[in-house]
Structure formats: structure tokens, C-alpha cells
């Protein structure tokens, strides 16, 4: 009954998106904690895919362990491997954040590119609530700098919770698969991150 599973699939197979495993890890660690404001994450990783069938449900369970004040190590598993194998894995982390980079210098203007047609339609294979690339204003083999668009999608049914701790899941997507354009000869899929600093508050609007 999640509709987004259906916006988000590769090669013919609906795959449970890495930014809805990172907020069930997050709403698990604050649960487990307490905290009340959301955690950084380090040591990221995603080891196999979830996948989600279309004609049957799948079984999730989000396991958690306090390793000390402030720091949770979560893994997401899944009935498929009788709850025995991690799908994605990271630590949780609460209080004082590293100082995150500097972001990049404001370049002006857009690149002369018509995001739909030639990156989503040619190379990309998230569709519906994922699509936010709206253009790139700085694109190179190594990095890019990406306008992302906003706006307000249900990810859940209307029967239950919408709350999402770590902000749209569409937005953070993006910010993911924005990558995807610097290497458009070979399908890529995230597999690890070092260290996310989710914002804390993101305003609305691009």
C-alpha cells in the first residue's frame, strides 16, 4: 500500500528506496533514545536491495542497539532472509554534529539541459515522487551542483502515519541520484556513505 514503491523501480523489480531505510533507522534510534531531534548517521551502508513484490507483502523488522550515550547502531531486515541478513546497516548518532563542508560557490545561471528527456527518460530510473531534478547549474565527471524542485507528495496511504523525521523523501532522493548525470554511461546505485548531517530544518520551496 506504499505507492512510492511504484515510482521507484529498476529493471522491472520495485526496490524499497535507500532514503525511506535511512528514516525508519532514524524514527527507530529516536524511539530507542528518546532524542527528540533527528541523528547524523555514519558508517552507511547498503549491502543488498530490499524488494518489494507486487503481488505479495513483504515483512520488515528495524533492529537497534545502544552502543553508548548518543550513539545506536540500526540495521533494516527483511523477511526474505528470514530476518537474518542486514539490507542497509548505519550508526546513529546525537548531540554535537562535525562541522559539515562548505557548500558550493552559487554558480549563475542553469545548464542548457532538458532534465526530463535527457536525464530522467534517458538514464535515470526513478519516475512519480522522485522526479525533483529540476537542472544543474555546475556538471563535470567528478561533481555537479543540481537544482532541486519542491513539492508535496504522499508517500504513505492515507490510512496510515505520514510523519517523516529526516524531511521529503523525494527532495533527499534527488540530492542522491543527482549524481547519476556525471557518469551517464553506467547505471549507479548507492552502496555506502561515510557521514550524512541531515538539515535540520528544511524551508520550503527549491
Known sequence: TDP????HVYEGRRLLPAVLGL????????????????PWFERV??????????DDVVAIRVAAIARGPGVVDVAVRSAETGFQADHFRARCRFGAE??????????????????DAEIYDAILFQDGRFRRLTGYRTLCATECVAEIG?????FFSSFLPA?????????RDAALHALQACIPH?????????????????????
Open 150 to 154: 519542491a513539492r508535496s507528495d504522499s
Open 186 to 206: 553506467r547505471t549507479i546505485l548507492p552502496t555506502g556513505v561515510d557521514r550524512i548531517i541531515p538539515a535540520r530544518r528544511v524551508a520550503p520551496g527549491p
Open 98 to 115: 562535525p562541522p559539515a563542508p562548505e557548500p558550493p560557490a552559487n554558480e549563475p545561471g542553469t545548464i542548457d539541459l532538458d532534465v
Open 163 to 171: 510523519d517523516l523525521v529526516l524531511g521529503d523523501p523525494g527532495s
Open 4 to 7: 512510492y514503491v511504484d515510482d
Open 45 to 54: 551502508v547498503f549491502d543488498r536491495p530490499l524488494l518489494v513484490p507486487e
Open 23 to 38: 528514516e525508519a533507522m532514524a524514527q527507530v534510534a529516536m524511539t530507542l533514545t528518546g532524542a527528540t531531534r533527528t
